[in-house]
């Protein structure tokens, strides 16, 4: 027997060979699980926490259910490592969110058992049900469908829509909640409270328990288990008690609250669920980061820890001693508190993100006027929009990525309406090794066409904090500003606010042939690849725009006045963003200078570092360089 004989994990190549193992092994392969994400999260960053949560829970699913056959949908995705490692990809987990590896969230096209396509958050309801009620059309009545959903994500208005529709339907769907009291910082609002609250009171599933136990057994039926079943639905039903319970008003049967990390009773209690017909929701207590003790302490560092020492938990940072310039989120989290300090008008809102935009810092320092509303981008835009007509100053900050959710929101109730509201766009742009679900690359393009908005994006830190003050000075309407994820450069920025002239770029450069005109942190890439070009003698003008709407005209007339050729960079979707912006205003005004467009093309940008990615798509310095060479060759 060879060494490695001994391990569970190494024998699993699907689900089905999970199958094949005794319940009582499940324990160690779980541990073995847990031994061998942590092993590779520690030296391939990733998301940890939620994943060491649901190992228990992802053996047991996969363990009771017929997948693929029968459908699980994972919610946001970041906890399914164990599903992935479990369903055939374990050999290739090293190349987790790698360039041309496996993607950190399920992903259709990478394997049967990726169901559904993830990364933004509650959308697992829908989608089950969608598949539910598809399989109840194609007389697929066997097939069961499974959302797991977090309590965090429980809280995204669609997670409730979701929950709606299912409850009027008979669709074979199990809603599991993997409850674990936390989202990526500290789950908020009422949602949250009655979780902990159902949690102390057992009363509902005594008296469940007892129905159960009346009815003939908790766990075989034999064969007349459906109609048992029918029989206890219906006294659950007819119970004064069910409609204090929030599923359960959602038609929804409720069981639990039941321990995630008891693989025994999972397995039973999913055992005796798949007996049901119709939706039913099984509520699961978990512990983010479960299993190692760092992760548990410290639940928010270790969502996505970066490097750490396996055995120790500490965080592994390069020790270089050179002082690196600050991210951009600390720039906006410093400059708001600063702001907010001299105008009382300032609020700040979050949808469920303090520490990944740094609304936290304000948080600390002025709580009364910071808010996280949850995972919920939709209600922060309109809750942003309400504060506004009574005069006060938000600055709503949502990443550009999950903007997306709330587009209606800011067209419908705040440009509309002109109001006073200033949206921070973090991690604009490619953001790396997240990928596809979660690249911030079409804000610039779906704010452009919305009237009364204001589109700018900061060259550096010093133009971030500029623009904030300029904007929260008021009577501007709809003003968004968007920067990417990560650092800026290194320029001084505590103490600059100055006001920007709205609309108004500037020259970086002067040049002969070639201008670049950039828009955001792509301007600092134009200027390097303007002082490579100019040791071949080839000078090269570059253009700050600064705001993409309103676009500088006066400025671009006297760009294609004095160009051949235009080369436009930004970080975003070449359709309809600064590249667009031009050759419209080229045709309008009839210029005859050739306009070379750099930015994301038309298609899905996968995950990669973000350097591999700016590459590929060509807006690295490299990238423009050679643009410029092969427009004056
Ligand atoms: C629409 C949307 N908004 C924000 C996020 C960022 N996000 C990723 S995971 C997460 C927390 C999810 O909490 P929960 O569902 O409780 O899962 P846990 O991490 O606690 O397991 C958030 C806010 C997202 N993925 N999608």
């Given at each position: 027997m060879g060494k490695e004989d001994k391990y569970l994990l190494h024998q699993i190549y699907s689900p089905e060979d999970l199958r094949k193992?005794?319940?009582?092994?499940l324990p160690q392969l779980g541990e073995e699980l847990r031994a061998f994400i942590i092993d590779e999260a520690s030296k391939n960053p990733g998301h940890l926490g939620a994943t060491l949560g649901t190992v228990e829970l992802t053996m047991a699913v996969h363990y009771v259910f017929n997948t693929p056959y029968d459908k699980v949908v994972w919610d946001v995705?970041?906890?399914?490592y164990a599903h992935k490692i479990l369903t055939g990809r374990r050999e290739q987990?090293?190349?987790?969110?790698?360039?041309?590896?496996?993607?950190g969230f399920p992903k259709m096209e990478e394997s049967e058992y990726d169901t559904f396509g993830v990364?933004?958050?509650?959308t697992s309801i829908s989608a089950a049900l969608g598949m539910a009620v598809a399989s109840s059309l194609l007389d697929e009545n066997d097939r069961q469908h499974i959302a797991i959903i977090g309590d965090g994500s429980m809280t995204g208005g669609m997670a409730m829509e979701g929950l709606n529709n299912a409850g009027v339907t008979n669709s074979n769907v199990l809603v599991i909640?993997?409850?674990?009291?936390?989202?990526?910082?500290k789950n908020v609002g009422a949602l949250k409270e009655y979780f902990a609250h159902i949690n102390a009171s057992k009363t509902y599933n005594h008296f469940r328990d007892f129905v159960w136990k009346a009815m003939g057994g908790k766990t075989k039926y034999g064969k007349n288990s459906r109609s048992i079943v029918k029989q206890i639905r219906k006294a659950v039903k007819s119970s004064?008690?069910?409609?204090?319970?929030l599923f359960e008003a959602f038609n929804f049967r409720y069981f639990g609250?039941?321990?995630?990390?008891?693989i025994h009773s999972l397995v039973k209690i999913l055992r005796d669920l798949k007996?049901?017909?119709g939706p039913k929701l099984l509520h699961c207590v978990t512990v983010k980061g479960k299993g190692f003790e760092k992760a548990e302490q410290n639940q928010v560092k270790f969502h996505?820890?970066?490097?750490?020492?396996?055995?120790?938990g500490e965080p592994i940072t390069s020790n270089s001693s050179k002082k690196s310039p600050p991210k951009y989120q600390h720039v906006f989290g410093e400059t708001i508190v600063e702001l907010a300090e001299k105008n009382p008008k300032i609020v700040g809102v979050t949808p469920a993100m303090p520490s990944g935009s740094s609304l936290n810092i304000m948080m600390e320092k002025l709580p009364k006027r910071?808010?996280?509303?949850?995972?919920?981008e939709q209600h922060a835009v309109t809750f942003s929009a309400g504060m506004a007509t009574q005069g006060l100053m938000p600055f709503c900050n949502i990443y550009s990525t999950f903007m997306q959710r709330a587009y209606d929101q800011v067209i419908h109730d705040v440009a509309l309406q002109n109001l006073d509201v200033i949206f921070c766009l973090d991690r604009g742009g490619l953001v790396g090794e997240d990928g596809a679900t979660h690249h911030g690359i079409f804000d610039l393009a779906y704010f452009r066409c919305i009237p009364n908005m204001i589109v700018a994006a900061p060259m550096n830190e010093k133009e971030l904090r500029d623009m904030m003050y300029t904007a929260q000075?008021?009577?501007?309407g709809a003003f968004s500003i968007r920067y990417p994820r990560g650092k800026g450069v290194?320029?001084?920025?505590?103490?600059s606010m100055e006001t920007m002239p709205i609309g108004k770029g500037e020259a970086l450069k002067q040049g002969d042939k070639v201008a670049i005109v950039a828009i955001g942190h792509p301007g600092n890439d134009a200027l390097s690849a303007a002082q490579l070009l100019e040791k071949e003698k080839i000078n090269v003008a570059v253009y700050n725009?600064?705001?993409?709407?309103?676009?500088?005209e006066a400025l671009l007339h006297q760009v294609f006045k004095s160009h051949e050729h235009i080369i436009t960079v930004e970080?975003?979707?070449?359709?309809?963003g600064l590249g667009s912006a031009v050759e419209e205003f080229k045709n309008e005004h009839t210029y005859t200078a050739k306009v070379y467009k750099l930015g994301v093309p038309d298609q899905f940008i996968e995950h990669g570092t973000r350097e591999e990615l700016i590459k590929i798509c060509g807006f690295d310095i490299d990238g423009i360089v050679n643009t410029v060479r092969k427009a004056i060759s």
């Open positions: 193992l005794k319940v009582h092994q995705g970041h906890q399914a987990f090293h190349t987790n969110r790698k360039l041309n590896g496996i993607s990364g933004h958050a509650s909640l993997n409850d674990n009291g936390i989202a990526i910082d004064i008690l069910n409609k204090n319970n609250p039941v321990d995630g990390h008891d007996e049901i017909e996505a820890p970066g490097f750490f020492d396996k055995t120790t910071a808010f996280d509303v949850g995972i919920a000075q008021g009577g501007l290194m320029i001084d920025w505590q103490t725009m600064r705001f993409l709407k309103p676009l500088d970080d975003g979707t070449i359709i309809g």
